[in-house]
């Protein structure tokens, strides 16, 4: 069943419906970040091209998931700038080569959407992250979400940016298409 307006979801009932794992479907997804530069001037627009992960509905219709995003897949069509980002000025993937998103305990909400626990680990810092995640497309094997979050740089030691030109923080977009295992 597609699902035109999140808002009509029962969410409840595909959830129940979907108990069980499910693995990220990588050509479905993606992972996109946006920072202002030159003092709001420009935006970088970025995105990590090597992404993986599952997810788990318990019987109870509790969901869980992890995506792991390859740190040295950091593609913002600029090979200068992605050996940049790649370095310990950003999200240091020689010794971090993981980055990664842990949803646990998510349950239904109004309109379509998850709540719960959201982690985010980059750069060797985790920290929660304010997020609501939306159900945007589903049927009985495959289940789209997308969540959208404002990552201040600064907590995972991303402070690099010369005369203070990078917006301290950075808007991530995540679109996860899982399907069942």
Same mark, same amino acid.
């Given at each position: 069943?597609?699902?035109?307006?999140?808002?009509?979801?029962?969410?409840?009932a595909?959830?129940? @419906?979907?108990?069980?794992?499910?693995?990220?479907?990588?050509?479905?997804s993606? #992972?996109?970040?946006h #920072?202002?530069h030159?003092?709001? %001037?420009?935006? #970088?627009?970025?995105?990590?091209?090597?992404?993986?992960?599952?997810?788990?509905? @318990?019987?109870?219709?509790?969901?869980?998931?992890?995506?792991?995003?390859?740190?040295?897949s #950091?593609?913002?069509?600029?090979?200068k700038?992605?050996?940049? %980002?790649?370095?310990? +000025?950003?999200f240091?993937?020689?010794?971090h080569?993981?980055?990664?998103?842990?949803a646990?305990?998510?349950?239904?909400?109004?309109?379509?959407e998850?709540?719960?626990?959201?982690?985010?680990?980059?750069?060797?810092?985790?920290?929660? %992250? +304010?997020?609501?995640?939306?159900?945007?497309?589903?049927?009985? @094997?495959?289940?789209?979400?997308?969540?959208?979050? @404002?990552?201040?740089?600064?907590?995972?030691?991303?402070?690099?940016?010369?005369?203070?030109?990078?917006?301290?923080?950075?808007?991530?977009v995540?679109?996860?298409?899982?399907v069942?295992?």
């Amino acid at each position: 069943m597609t699902v035109p307006d999140s808002t009509s979801v029962d969410l409840p009932a595909l959830i129940r @419906d979907g108990s069980g794992a499910w693995k990220l479907d990588p050509a479905g997804s993606s #992972v996109e970040f946006h #920072v202002k530069h030159f003092w709001g %001037l420009m935006t #970088v627009h970025g995105r990590f091209d090597t992404l993986s992960g599952e997810g788990q509905v @318990d019987p109870a219709g509790t969901v869980s998931g992890q995506i792991r995003i390859a740190a040295d897949s #950091v593609n913002t069509k600029n090979k200068k700038r992605d050996q940049h %980002l790649r370095s310990d +000025d950003f999200f240091d993937a020689e010794p971090h080569p993981t980055v990664t998103i842990e949803a646990t305990g998510l349950t239904p909400a109004q309109g379509g959407e998850l709540r719960g626990s959201v982690t985010f680990d980059a750069a060797g810092h985790q920290k929660p %992250l +304010d997020t609501v995640i939306r159900v945007v497309d589903a049927s009985a @094997d495959a289940v789209t979400v997308r969540a959208e979050a @404002d990552v201040e740089r600064a907590a995972f030691g991303m402070t690099w940016g010369p005369l203070h030109m990078t917006a301290p923080t950075a808007h991530a977009v995540v679109t996860a298409r899982f399907v069942r295992s």
